[in-house]
């Protein structure tokens, strides 16, 4: 450049300065001429440098280029309109497995099969024809490694400056990234569309911004109706505030909530759903997104409420049942230990419930247990409740109250609303209930205790006669413990050899003779000493013992009296029968087979009954009392007078005597009606050709009057007293020796 500078300097150096500065004329001349040669030289050396400068620029820039283009991570290239490559990139010679050189001048034919190379054609073509670039998508393996690649292909027309087609530009881009991407992003909206569970999103302003298919079919409102509106994943007007609130503290401080919602369709059902709520964070923890995900489980709530149902109510009466029931009482105890009040407990059992049952058949029966419910809880107060625990057994839990007696008042409309009759269909029947209260906190702290005690009171009002109500007292828990007792000790009596017989003499007003005896059962438990037939007879009647321990006094009865008989040609024997006895069927044929094994005149045996087996009657008792009528066993009417006495039994079964209850006897010398009512008896039989007995004679003065109405047998202390069997061997023996 300096070289340059100074060759210019010296050849614009102009003549005049030249012949101011040399002023030798040859040398100027000299000057002069190297002047007009330089000229020349530096004008060409010049010039030569210029072109060759520019022709560097231009070289590099080429090679620029051609470098930018082999850098390109796509694919270029250049064909003529025929489809014969001109150019071509280092990825594009990849793609073919070839050099530039070698592939310029070939076709796509020369590179692929033929069917691809039409299509590539097909595309260039297209292009060409439309003038405008067109974008293909092609699959392409390429030839170095083999990997494939999907190409995102644009082919423009190439034209020259006149506007002339001259052929195709291509570029290809891989796309198989993306594509992988778009398939995926592809499976999963379709994943999410077909999902069963509803999907909502929202975005950060809480606007809906998709919700799928499943959204639309649960909820029923389109996508159209929601994308756009505000996002509410809880219904706050079927949800407790308390929940809609607890979902938004959980999400804005960015955490999700999942839980069960009560929530609305479109048509106005409401329905449960398992909802998932949450916001979606971007990357720099912002929420991004608020995503719910709701499932219907109406179905499974559905059959849990009905699992709940089956588990804590009764299936007949809707009521409560003894597990919910229990729960309550748990928590009225509570209640009432914090307020200081009250609460009754109480039990309550139809009365002979069992004969609807058996006589109307069950249906009927769950009829009336039904109506019996609803009678109940409309005769409790408002939040008292009332339960089944099972059979015919009700409980009535009443809280709340600082007055005994006010639960007499619940009580008694209780009793009240089983006055009228219940209608079964075409039956009509009458229905009484006993009830048992037990009273927190006087009657016992806790569950267990206050049932018991309830369940105590309830078998108090049973044995007065039903219908009624009875509260728990210490008496009746003494009481109840000692027929427990009985009861457990009695079980054991026969084969421990407890029972034993005495035997009270009968004797022939007349005569004065013993005409006979009475069995009389007596207990001498080692565990309770001596237990009267009074207290006990009516708990083995209750528990069904009475069958086995009848038996037993039948057969000890037999087997002792049959020398009595042998003895004396007219002695009876007289055994008790109670009514449980002739719930067994086999009674007439025990009493047939021990006749005959004890060898004891069937006609000597008189067996006592009561009103009560008459009155009860039906075909079991009837045909039981034919067939020992038909065995020639007598019957005798016991306790005559103190029941209904109805002339119509007397005449309607095969009675053979009238035993007259000792309350009159007792009672006759000093009560005018009480002597009455004995004379009328003793017409009454003789009349009807009965013998008559009369019991519980212990003075002179009543063995007189008793006498002097024509009394044919008595009974009673002032002749003797219940005795061993020992005893009545040597009574007989005496009776004998005096006759004698
Ligand atoms: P019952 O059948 O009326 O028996 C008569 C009861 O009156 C007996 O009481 C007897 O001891 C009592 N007695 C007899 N004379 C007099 C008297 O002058 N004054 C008083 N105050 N009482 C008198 P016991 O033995 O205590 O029997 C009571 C009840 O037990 C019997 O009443 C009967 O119902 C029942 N019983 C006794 N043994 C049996 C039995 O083997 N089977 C059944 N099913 N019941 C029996
Ligand atoms: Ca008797
Ligand atoms: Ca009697």
Avoid at 82 to 107: D, P, T, V
Avoid at 129 to 141: K, V
Wanted: glycine share 8%; hydrophobic share 40%.
């Amino acid at each position: 450049m300096i070289y340059g500078f100074f060759s210019l300097l010296w050849i614009f150096l102009s003549d005049a300065l030249l012949e101011m500065l040399v002023t030798d004329v040859k040398l100027l001349s000299f000057l002069q001429t190297i002047k007009g040669f330089g000229f020349v030289a530096i004008s060409t050396l010049l010039i030569f440098g210029l072109v060759s400068y520019y022709a560097k620029r231009m070289l590099a820039a080429q090679h620029h280029l051609r470098a930018l283009i082999d850098t390109l991570p796509d694919l270029v290239w250049l064909k003529d309109e025929r489809g014969i490559y001109l150019s071509c990139n280092r990825k594009f010679e990849r793609l073919f497995g070839a050099r530039e050189s070698e592939i310029i001048g070939k076709s796509d034919y020369d590179f692929v099969d033929a069917e691809l190379a039409d299509f590539f054609r097909k595309h260039d073509l297209i292009a060409m024809h439309a003038d405008r670039s067109s974008i293909n998508e092609e699959q392409l393996t390429f030839a170095d490694d083999g990997h494939t690649e999907i190409l995102e292909t644009i082919k423009t027309p190439m034209k020259d400056e006149a506007g002339k087609l001259i052929g195709i530009l291509g570029v290809g881009r891989d796309i198989t990234k993306r594509k992988q991407r778009e398939t995926e992003i592809k499976v999963l909206t379709q994943a999410v569309e077909q999902s069963p569970v509803a999907v909502i999103l929202a975005d950060p302003s809480r606007q809906v911004t998709f919700v799928n298919r499943a959204f639309e079919r649960i909820c029923g409102y389109g996508s159209a109706e929601v994308v756009g509106q505000r996002f509410e994943p809880v219904d706050s007007e079927l949800n407790s505030g308390e929940l809609v609130a607890e979902i938004w503290r959980s999400i804005s401080i960015g955490e999700p909530w999942q839980g069960e919602l009560r929530s609305r369709r479109k048509g106005g059902e409401q329905y449960w759903e398992y909802a998932y709520l949450s916001p979606v964070l971007g990357n720099s923890g912002e929420v991004s997104h608020y995503l719910a995900l709701k499932e219907d489980i109406s179905l499974r709530k559905q059959h849990e409420e009905r699992l709940h149902y089956q588990a804590y109510y009764d299936s007949l009466t809707a009521l409560p049942n003894r597990v919910l029931i229990m729960d309550r009482l748990q928590q009225l105890i509570r209640e009432a230990r914090r307020n200081d009040e009250y609460v009754a407990v109480m039990f309550l059992d139809l009365d002979d419930f069992k004969k609807v049952n058996d006589s109307l058949g069950h249906d009927v029966g769950d009829q009336a247990l039904v109506q019996a419910a609803s009678r109940l809880v409309g005769s409790v107060r408002e939040g008292d409740s009332v339960g089944r625990l099972g059979g015919d057994e009700f409980i009535v839990l009443a809280g709340h109250f600082s007055r005994k007696e006010s639960v007499q008042v619940v009580a008694e409309n209780i009793l009240e609303s089983f006055w009228d009759t219940f209608d079964l269909g075409s039956r009509q029947i009458m229905l009484t209930v006993s009830i048992g209260i037990a009273i927190y906190p006087f009657d016992g702290e806790s569950l267990s205790e206050l049932l018991k005690n309830a369940d105590t009171a309830m078998y108090l009002s049973k044995a007065q006669g039903r219908n009624r109500y009875s509260f728990f007292t210490e008496e009746l828990n003494l009481c109840i413990s000692r027929r427990l007792q009985i009861e457990e000790h009695l079980r054991a009596a026969i084969d421990n050899g407890e029972l034993s017989l005495d035997y009270q003499p009968q004797y022939d007003v007349k005569s004065r003779r013993i005409s006979g005896v009475e069995a009389l059962l007596r207990w001498n438990s080692t565990a309770l000493g001596q237990v009267g037939p009074d207290e006990f007879i009516p708990i083995a009647e209750q528990t069904g013992l009475i069958v086995p321990i009848g038996r037993f006094v039948l057969r000890q009865a037999l087997s002792q009296a049959v020398r009595w008989v042998a003895q004396e040609p007219l002695f009876k024997l007289a055994v008790n029968i109670s009514p449980a006895q002739f719930r067994d069927e086999g009674l007439a044929e025990f009493v047939r087979l021990e006749l005959d094994s004890s060898g004891f005149p069937a006609s000597r045996l008189e067996l006592e009954i009561t009103e009560g087996i008459l009155m009860r009657g039906g075909p079991l008792v009837e045909g039981t009392l034919a067939k020992l009528h038909e065995m020639g066993v007598c019957l005798s009417m016991d306790d005559f007078g103190t029941g209904y006495s109805s002339l119509s039994y007397l005449r309607r079964y095969p009675v053979d005597e009238l035993k007259i209850d000792r309350s009159f006897v007792q009672e006759m010398t000093v009560d005018q009606a009480d002597m009455e009512l004995v004379s009328a008896a003793i017409s009454l039989a003789r009349g009807l050709g009965l013998r008559v007995v009369a019991e519980g004679v212990e003075t002179q003065e009543q063995l007189d009057a008793l006498n002097e109405m024509e009394c044919g047998v008595v009974q009673g202390f002032l002749l003797s007293k219940p005795v061993s069997a020992d005893d009545i061997d040597a009574l007989l023996m005496r009776q004998e020796s005096t006759t004698a």
